[in-house]
């Protein structure tokens, strides 16, 4: 009896550290080729305003950061950099400066999103139309699924 016991808590915890390192992994799988440096000195070149991704923020960790340059234009918002791998990352733009999870819920209703965010090293996310960049002062990823701070980078 203590055999199996040990067994099905061995292999419970197996399971359990095996889905965990899929959800880490799945995404870098199957997230599509990175834009090149080309494509992101193209896009950054009409940027209206630019900022910096740091790891040192306040909800920054291991797991969940971002560095490089993010370059704001009317058409598209551009990293030259990277961020770290994980599921369903979204870009919002914040009226205010954000590197809390709790001040990301607080001002969410204030934010617009612009967009899924597919690659983690560079990222091309074209802008809507209808959002002016002018209007707001920090670009954001936030991990939608998990609810979690990722990075963001004041550009005005």
């Not at 630019?50 to 918002?77: M, N, P």
Request: hydrophobic share 40%; with cysteine; glycine share 8%.
């Amino acid at each position: 009896m203590k055999k199996w016991l040990m067994s099905g808590i061995t292999h419970t915890v197996a399971l359990a550290i095996g889905f965990a390192v899929g959800i880490y992994a799945l995404p870098i799988l199957i997230a599509p080729k990175a834009p090149t440096t080309d494509d992101i000195t193209a896009q950054s070149g009409g940027a209206q305003f630019t900022g910096q991704f740091r790891r040192d923020l306040k909800d920054s960790d291991l797991f969940h950061w971002g560095e490089g340059t993010v370059s704001v234009g009317r058409r598209s918002i551009v990293l030259m950099g990277r961020i770290a791998p994980g599921p369903d990352y979204k870009l919002y733009l914040s009226p205010e400066f954000i590197e809390t999870k709790a001040d990301f819920q607080r001002l969410k209703s204030q934010m617009v999103r612009v967009g899924d965010v597919k690659t983690f090293d560079n990222f091309i996310v074209p802008l809507p139309e209808s959002v002016d960049p002018a209007a707001y002062t920090t670009a954001i990823v936030w991990c939608e699924t998990f609810s979690q701070f990722i990075t963001a980078a004041k550009y005005r």
